[in-house]
């Protein structure tokens, strides 16, 4: 037998709601109006998700392009330092403390690029924010890890291959989608070898669709 919340009592159900919050035995006026509250409170919550849920839908229509660029970076940038999980920075060569997504071509010189996982290595903030992106160091570290010719396909082909994206919002809202499933996947994978983040970054440009 259910007891019931307001008398502390147990009772007989008379109706199947009588369980969870509105477990009243409604035996008596007290009882009753208790129980009316409950469902008042109930009420209100309800409508409040209600509106909360609508006011999300329509916040999401009214996003620009641009909002939802913003909203993709961070997911891809996070996607390149998971590839890059363990690794030093590759700016400066030494354990970064606080781990950044690093644009070798920045977003503001070749905003056709901010997407490009070869565009976007593990680096520390130091070299990202505070030393202009350290290009130099870029280029030593590169060269370093990943050989000469992949350095200048970073360098020069890039720009030659992808010279422009159009991406319309609702390409944006599919990749932020995309990205998302894919950043729960590279989460899983232990620390790779260099060979193996590069051939990774490949497929998973595939994978988004932008950069064939």
């Given at each position: 037998m ?5 008398h ?59 909002e939802?660029?913003?909203e993709?970076?961070?997911i891809?940038?996070?996607?390149a330092?998971e ?9 400066c ?26 565009n976007?290595?593990l680096?520390?903030?130091?070299c ?15 060269i370093?890890?990943?050989g ?14 992808h ?30 070898t ?19």
């Amino acid at each position: 037998m259910p007891r019931c919340i307001y008398h502390n009592t147990k009772f007989v159900k008379k109706y199947r709601w009588q369980q969870g919050k509105f477990r009243f035995c409604i035996e008596n006026d007290e009882c009753y109006k208790a129980l009316t509250e409950v469902r008042k409170e109930q009420e209100e919550i309800k409508k409040q998700k209600d509106w909360n849920k609508e006011k999300k839908q329509i916040n999401e229509s009214l996003k620009t392009k641009s909002e939802h660029e913003k909203e993709l970076q961070p997911i891809i940038n996070q996607i390149a330092r998971e590839i890059d999980k363990d690794n030093l920075c590759l700016m400066c060569g030494k354990p970064p403390k606080k781990k950044n997504g690093c644009h070798y071509h920045s977003v503001g010189s070749n905003a056709s690029l901010r997407f490009n996982l070869f565009n976007i290595w593990l680096g520390c903030e130091s070299c990202n924010k505070w030393k202009g992106g350290n290009i130099n160091g870029y280029d030593v570290e590169l060269i370093k890890y990943y050989g000469k010719e992949k350095w200048e396909y970073i360098k020069f082909d890039l720009v030659r291959l992808h010279p422009t994206i159009h991406l319309s919002i609702p390409e944006l809202k599919a990749l932020k989608i995309v990205c998302r499933n894919i950043l729960k996947e590279v989460k899983k994978l232990p620390p790779l070898t260099y060979e193996q983040r590069w051939k990774l970054r490949e497929k998973l440009n595939k994978k988004i669709g932008i950069y064939n």
